[in-house]
């Protein structure tokens, strides 16, 4: 489903208070890859634990010894802690009152404690999460005095605040409150945060602070349910693998999204013919070390732009790295289990006029290093016109198990699975109809 039922969240939610080791997490995924994540959660986690399944989002109870395999995910991008979830009656005009109801909510019923301690021990945060008035004061009078140059300084380049774990014994919490907001109200995103912060502020005695914070609260108001995020991860999860960057690097979550539609098996040769900076080959040596990895591409930078990122990343790893054209590709007929690749979009890389000859002369060269019956590719890109039209030439060289809308920085992508068939690549003969085989995964 694209959005999610209210009733399921606060099901899910009423379940984690009634159990002290058991915490509500969200994990924020690239939207279209949400079934890779929940399945990526049942392996790690327990095949049998309730998943709610969000746009961008999947939601999920642990218990406290399951955080590690949550923070090892690979599929996600960002950890929360759900720190509450719960419904309003909104007068939709009278702005103040509507307000006041999260004043209240915030000073007499939302029970943030047992979710400040889970925080604290995940993030490792060693600073004072409940100071005393006369700390706050002291706190605040010190950071009054404090040159704004300097802290501009420190806190430049940062997008979310301070590492938590980087603070200091005797530092108080500084903290953000943010809101999203989607539906009909009389008020706006920044009321709710201040009015939702001031609060906070008052009961905790933390320090407002929206540049060098160490805790991130993010408020979901959809319509008349609010839900309150703490947010654990401090960088981004597919910031991860690439050290020096091309112009179109692929993030690695979606890189690992990929492989897993793939679903390699013990053994498999995987090839990524344009790997670019190498995020492919490079997540997937890292998750299947017992496959074969080779990565190749035509631009001679970006070959030496993957070596750079492969010797800082994944020194370790077996990957072969090779500089060859994709319509020409050194390898055997019938040879490749796996192919994983990140087309040339036409908008960032490559121009969409040019994919019309490049993809064809792609998939056939797929169709001729592919195993036949088993051999299958996982292909990424925004161009689904050429995609389209270059597997109508590839006739009957491939199945489509599966295809995929996928948003990717902000543009609307496809990923297609394609399976390899029975066809022998002699005896393939490229067709001009308007037909494309499909066929259940």
């Not at 006029?353 to 169709?367: S, T």
């Amino acid at each position: 489903m694209d959005t999610v039922n209210e009733s399921d969240l606060q099901m899910l939610f009423a379940e984690s208070l009634a159990n002290d080791n058991v915490f509500m997490v969200a994990t924020t995924v690239d939207t279209g890859f949400e079934w890779q994540a929940v399945d990526e959660c049942k392996k790690k986690l327990d095949k049998n634990v309730m998943i709610v399944k969000g746009r961008g989002k999947i939601f999920l109870n642990a218990n406290w010894n399951q955080f590690k395999q949550v923070q090892e995910m690979r599929s996600i991008d960002n950890i929360f802690i759900v720190a509450d979830v719960r419904k309003f009656k909104f007068s939709e005009s009278d702005k103040e009152a509507d307000l006041q109801l999260f004043k209240d909510s915030v000073l007499s019923s939302m029970k943030l404690e047992k979710t400040l301690n889970a925080w604290k021990r995940v993030t490792d945060f060693q600073g004072k999460v409940y100071p005393t008035i006369a700390e706050y004061s002291v706190a605040e009078k010190d950071r009054k005095l404090t040159n704004t140059n300097t802290t501009i300084a420190t806190c430049r380049g940062r997008k979310r605040g301070q590492d938590p774990a980087e603070a200091k014994e005797n530092e108080i919490l500084r903290y953000r409150v943010t809101c999203e907001r989607s539906g009909k109200h009389s008020f706006e995103s920044a009321d709710v945060a201040r009015a939702i912060g001031g609060e906070l502020q008052d009961k905790y005695c933390w320090l407002v602070d929206l540049s060098s914070y160490h805790l991130e609260i993010l408020c979901k108001l959809t319509n008349e349910e609010l839900v309150t995020y703490f947010r654990v991860t401090h960088v981004s999860k597919h910031r991860r693998n690439i050290t020096f960057f091309g112009p179109t690097t692929l993030r690695a979550t979606i890189c690992y999204n990929l492989l897993q539609l793939a679903n390699p098996n013990l053994g498999d040769i995987i090839i990524d013919p344009m790997c670019g900076g190498g995020s492919i080959p490079i997540e997937a040596a890292l998750v299947y070390s017992q496959s074969y990895i080779i990565g190749g591409d035509n631009h001679p930078k970006a070959v030496d732009r993957t070596k750079s990122n492969i010797d800082a990343s994944a020194s370790n790893c077996k990957i072969d790295l090779v500089h060859w054209s994709v319509s020409q590709l050194p390898l055997k007929n019938s040879y490749i289990d796996i192919v994983v690749s990140d087309l040339p979009f036409g908008r960032r890389s490559g121009r969409m006029i040019d994919n019309r000859i490049l993809y064809k002369q792609f998939l056939i060269e797929l169709g001729r290093i592919l195993k036949i019956s088993t051999g299958r590719a996982v292909l990424l890109t925004y161009d689904k016109r050429s995609f389209n039209m270059a597997l109508q030439t590839a006739g009957d060289l491939f199945w489509v198990t599966k295809m995929l809308g996928v948003n990717i920085g902000g543009l609307q992508a496809a990923v297609y699975v394609l399976k390899r068939t029975e066809v022998l690549y002699e005896q393939y003969k490229p067709k001009a109809g308007k037909h494309r085989k499909f066929k259940n995964s």
